[in-house]
Structure formats: C-alpha cells, structure tokens
DNA sequence: GATGAATGAGGATTCATTCAT
DNA sequence: TATGAATGAATCCTCATTCAT
C-alpha cells in the first residue's frame, strides 16, 4: 500500500571527489534552501543560488546536473533531517502517546529552525511529485509504526492504524504551519499537549 | 474544507457585455481549471488554455487581465462550489461531532469529483501568497466557531479551541490527500467514521 | 540500394496562416541562408539571423521550432532549387551527353548565385546526417534516371549505371567547388564542354 | 585522395619530453581520432577525448594548446597516413591509366579501414579553412602532375589539364562516400575498374 | 469581439580553458 | 606531469503580453 523502501537509486550525481568539492557542493546546497525557501522554485535562479554560496555560476554545474536535480536533493536532505531529529527525539521506554507528543514538539521546533520547510516541500509537489510523495509516505509510515508498537504494547485502541496515522501527520503539518511558520505566538510544548490531549481522549466533554 | 479566497479589492475585472462573451469567458475558466490541475501554473500555458477552450490565443486578453488573474478567478470559483457544497452537508440539529463526521466525508466526495483542488490551492501558496493563507485561515476559523458551538452546547470540552480547529483541518487535508487524490482505496464513510471515532474519544486504548 | 521517396513527413512546423506570416518566413529562410552561409552553423546565431531578417527575436520561433530545424529546411529548399534549376535546363529531345553538359553548365551558374549552398550542403553532414545522404542519394537517383534513358535510347553504353551516376556526381560537385566557389577563373561552359568531353570518350589518347 | 596538409607554420607544440609523455599523447590523438569521427568537430568534447584516453581532464592541456590544435593534428596524421598508402600503390612502369585505377583502388580500401577521414577532413571546412582548401589544392596538384606524365608519355590527350584532374578527384571522393562510408555493396576492384573504363573511352556507346 | 503575428526580457545550460594542489 | 575543481562567456529557447487587422 504504501512503498516500502526509499527510492532504489539515489541518482548517481557528480559526486565530489576532493574535500574541496564536498565543501563547494554543500555551500551550494545551503545556499539553494535559502534561495527556494525565499523566492520558490521558479523565481529563483542559479545565478542567486551561486551568488549566495560564493561560487562561479558554472561550477553549479560540477556538482548538479539542473535547478532541479538540487531541488530533488534538497527535498530529500530535509526529509532526511526531519526524520533523524524526529527520531532524535524519541526514548526507548516512552508510551505511544508521550511519543507523539514527542515528535510532534520536536516537529515544532525543526520548523522554526528551518521555515523554508515548507515551501521546499509544498512546491515539490509541483517540481518533484515523486518525491513529495513519498515524502509523506515515508512519514506516515513512520508513525504508523510507532503506532504499531503502541498497539502491540496495549497502550492504543487495537484499531489504529493507517487512518490514524494520516490524521496525526495532518495534525502536525496544520500546526507547524499555524504555530511555526506563520506565526510564533504559542509555546510548542503547549501546542504539543493541546494536541496530544486530542489524541488521548479525543475532544468530546463525555468521554 | 476548502473555501472562497476573496481578496481584498476584487478587480472588476473585463466582464463580458454579450452572452457569446459570456459563454467564451466560462470556456476559457473550464479550460484553465484542466489546464492548471493538469500541469500546474507555471508548466500551464496561455496557448494551452485557449487551445483547450477552442479560442484563439488573443481572445484570453479580452476576459483576463493576466494568467494570474485567471488563476485566482478560478480559486475563487472552487472556493465557492465548496462551500456550497460544505454548507449543504450541515444539519440544524446536528452534534458538533456529528457535524465534523459529514464535512470531513463530504470533502473526500467533493476532492474525488475535483481532484484539481489540491494542485490549485495548493500551488496559490506560490501564486497567490495572500489567498493561500487567507484560504486556510478562514477555513479554520469557520471550524472553530462549529467548535464552540459544540462547547456552547455542552458537547465539547470546554478548552478546545483553536489549536484543535488547526489540527481537525490538518486531518482532513491529508486524509483527503490519502484516500481521494492518491488513491481511492476506502470508503469516504469508513475513514469519516475513523478519524471521528479519534476525534471522539482519542486512540488511547484507556479512554 | 538508393532510397526511392522524398521523406515522408515533413515535419508539419508552424505554417504561417497569413500572407503577412508567410513573408516573415520568407525573410527569416532568407536570412538564415546567409548568415550560416557566411559563419557556418555552430558560429551562426539565431540573433544574427533575426537581426538580418529585421524581425525580433522571438518571431523566429514564431515559425521555427530551433536552430536545427530552420536549417534543415534550408537544406531541404536548396535542394529542391537545384533540382528545379537542374530540370529547367534539360530539354526533351536532347541526348543524354547534351543533357548531362546542361546540367552541369547549369549547376556551375547556379553555384555562382548561390556560393552558401556549398557551406550548407556540407556543414548538413554533421547537422542533419539525413537529409545530407537524403540530398546525394535523390541527385545520385536523378543522374541515373537520366542515364538510363540514355542507355535506352542507344545513346550510353549499356553497363551504365550506378557508379557512373555517382562519379558525375562527384566531377559536378568538385568542379563548382573549384570553379564556381574558389575561384571564377574560368567560363562555365568551357568547363562543361571539357568534362563532357571526358564523359563522351574519355582522356585517352587512343580512344 | 586525402593528403596532409600542413599549416604554413607548425607551431612547435608542446612535445613531450619523456617516452610516458609520448605514450599520452598519442593515447589523446587516438582517442580524439574516434571522438571526432563519431561527434563532429562540435559535439566532441575534451572531457570525452581525455575520457577515451583514460586521463585528467586537465592533462589534455600538457599536450595540446586547444580542441582546434588537436584536430590539426589528427588531420596531419591522417594526411600522412593516405599519402603514404597511396604513394606504396604506384608503381614506376605504370600507365597514366593505371595509376589513377591504382590510386583509387587504394583509397577506396583505406576509407574502409578509417571511416573517420570523410567527417574529419569534410570538417575541416569549418575548423580549418585554409586547411581544407589547401588539401585539396594539393591533392588535385597531384593528379595533375600524374596526368601530365601521362600526356608527356603519349597515352592521355594532350588538352587534358586541371578540369580533368578536379573532375577525377570528384569521382573518386564520391565513390569513396557512396562505396566505402554508406555501404560496402560492391567491391572496390569493381569500382576502381569500372570508373576507369570511364576514363579511358568515356561513357557514350559510340566512342 | 476575434484572430494570430510580433515582441523581448529572462535564465538555464554547456564546455573550453585556467589554475591550485 | 597529473589531477580535477573553478571559471564565465556565450546562446538557445520560452511564453506572457501587446498590437495590428
């Protein structure tokens, strides 16, 4: 149902092979979340992505193939750093729930460190559907998993699953979008509570 | 979930003074919602809009000022037939959870006939900055004030309130995402009772 | 051995709908033919040809897909000129040594008026491989065309044939190099009166 | 057919100074040998020159000034080769007669060996003008002179001149294109012998 | 109103050549 | 000598928009 593995071949890149060129590919790469985060795939230009890493224009092209075989990496290295800070994040003995509340607080967070987040993924559905795909394939199987324990360890209802999953992703997007990019006036970990408060026992005063 | 975006001053735009212009206005909109669901904005094109409505390139110019115009007419127009069809899915005496229940399962029936929605809001983000935010913001707002009806009315706790509205809307987006765009592999009615069965009580196996 | 069509599909291009598009083509084959005439394909630019056509830029596209394409049309236009010229030359009744001096009397005036032609024709080997071949191999058919006749009117010999066609060919070709485009320094119908000679009995001496 | 030519002045070139210097200069040559037959001057690339040799990108310049001296050279070797091939096939007790069906029997074998001749030497219209004129300046010089022996010796007409060594050089290069590079469908004896008899009484039936 | 030709700013991309290691 | 990263000039092509008919 949902694609089990990461995609079989990262293409294989001009792959630096001196520590120089990893310096200079990396420069580029920051340089470019700056420049998509600000201006979006197409506003921005190679010319502004080299400007800001402080490169000639043509060695953009020593270490990618096209505007949008960076944005492509790009897309992956924030997926990828999502997914370790998330992972980061989470404890051995934590329940399921104090796990979500977990990620998601560290969700919050991540997006405020890095705001271009969501443009860069949101426009990847346009430049990159493949990978804005499985980007949130990716992340909602990883809840479904976390999910999985949690049932197995009897601390959810034996029902949850993939619906679930999709819902809490939802969730947590919505809020880093409300409380994270656009606005900073709640508290993350209120925010993740308020959240996981739903979760627990839902929004109903009979519960 | 997805609603009118009026921006601020409405341009009053070229309106057609003969029902032929009246009739050419409405081909090219039809054309444009293929055209930009298909393609996105920016790969859209003026000519491939005409060629769909059967005009000629100049006459585009005659009914919008601008691509972007187009594109924004036409978010407005989905917004409209949303909410319509959101308002009709409501009930008087309806619970507040009843309430969410049909215009989350309204909306997956809604996205499956409109599967261009996702890809026009969402790349308004890009387009239309503005009205992608006042899209959202206006949509939680309106589920908020179901929200605190449900308060009101003793159904909801007390404290729900705006994060809660974020987080029902985030749900509803991505299972929409997941269960009408990408794949329609169960029933609307199922993942509505699903997501309002967490929304009830929670996913705690303790509730 | 010899392909027997003309190709198929021309490729269906952007044909001017009005008489005024049909002249800014006009201008633009025109212009073309002597811009890559003089730099040569990779050196010619489509700003150059524009500039000398006196259209802007993006008119060329108006009526062209690419650099490319434009220049095989041109090809293709000059060959069917010397074909056309080629034919006006022969006359029904002549014998097929007469003709074969026309021909090549023609040719080398041809060559005169028209010096890009060689640059175009050779330069369309590395450009458009196939319609190079394409322009040998339909002047190689017309050659033998008109051998064959002259075998069967008793005029030739009757083993002639396809290698024959090609080495007039070649005595053509290299003739209007050397005496049309490097240098006039002989009268063409001296010329032709030379090689016919070779062509009706030889340079032997005991012939 | 296809001799050397030499620039008037042979830049003295960076000559290697050690036997593995030598050794990766001609690794260069070769390589650039097939990259030029297969691409053209133009798309050739250095990178695929020094990627066929099996060297730096950099080294490329240890041995060659530019992508243009480079291909001087391998028309000066190539030039050698042909000359050298063609000298071997005289012999001294020839007839003028036989001499040309010897030089073109040669050169239709060697095209077949080093099919790459016809684009370097055709390219170098564009690359090397001079060069390419002077090829076959000489090259027609060289018939001539064996003509004229052969006048000399009472077995050609005594009016044969340049015309008739300009159209011998056509034929020969034709049959060369049309019997050694586009297809081997006939044997070189046959031609040779065939395009001979043309020379020696013509193609009428009445000679 | 309808048509389609004309316009030109704007940017991605290539690759020969230079240079630091 | 060998290596490969760095450089940037050069140009093709797109397409929204304007304009003449």
Redesign the pocket.
Known sequence: MISATETAKDPPAKQ???E??RR?RQKLIDAAAVEFGEKGFHE????GITGRAG????????YF????EIFRSLVKELGDMVKTRAAAALEPEQSALEAERAALHEFLEFSREHKEIYRIIDESEFVDPQGYRHHYERTARRIMERLAHGVAAGDLRSDVGEVEAWAIMGMNVFLGLRFSIWAEDADPIGIADTANALLKAGISAHS
């Open positions: 630096p092979r001196t120089r060129g200079t921005a230009s190679i010319i490169t000639a224009l043509g060695s953009f092209y020593t193939d096209s505007k949008d």
